[in-house]
């Protein structure tokens, strides 16, 4: 499953996305709960890049749920919110190129479903 709020993955991916109405922030949370009721993190919460964590839009690819918490994972998205918000309180969201961000994150997303096949 796709979490995400942007618009364009839903358009591409309407079978496999949960659409989050909000946030990046809110879309993270999501996952956070998901890897908790014991969903895979498949792909990293966070971007590689400094410049596309300031993007209004954000999509992570989540597994099945085999029902047990893998400890490692909910760190890893624990520590990807902290990392969100304390870099979110000195720089808002980049919402003037909305669009382009749309694009990047579809790309970076279909990299990742490329680089993951059948994890999910």
């Known amino acids: 499953m796709i979490i995400t709020n942007n618009p364009s993955v839903v358009e591409k991916y309407p079978d496999k996305v949960l659409f ?48 047990r918490v893998d400890p490692l994972q909910a760190v890893i998205v624990e520590d990807s919110i902290h990392k969100y918000k ?11 190129n909305r669009d382009d961000y749309k694009l990047m994150d579809l790309i970076l997303l279909e990299s990742a479903l490329d680089d993951e096949q059948g994890k999910w």
């Not at 949370?29 to 964590?53: F, M, N, Q, T, W």
């Not at 870099?87 to 003037?96: E, L, N, S, T």
């Open 20 to 67: 989050i109405d909000g946030s990046v922030e809110k879309v993270l949370i999501k996952v956070r709960d998901l890897v908790y009721e014991g969903c895979d993190l498949i792909s990293h919460p966070l971007p590689a890049s400094l410049r596309i964590l300031f993007s209004p839009y954000r999509s992570i690819i989540i597994g099945r749920n085999n029902r």
């Open 86 to 96: 304390r870099h979110m309180d000195v720089r808002r969201a980049d919402k003037v």
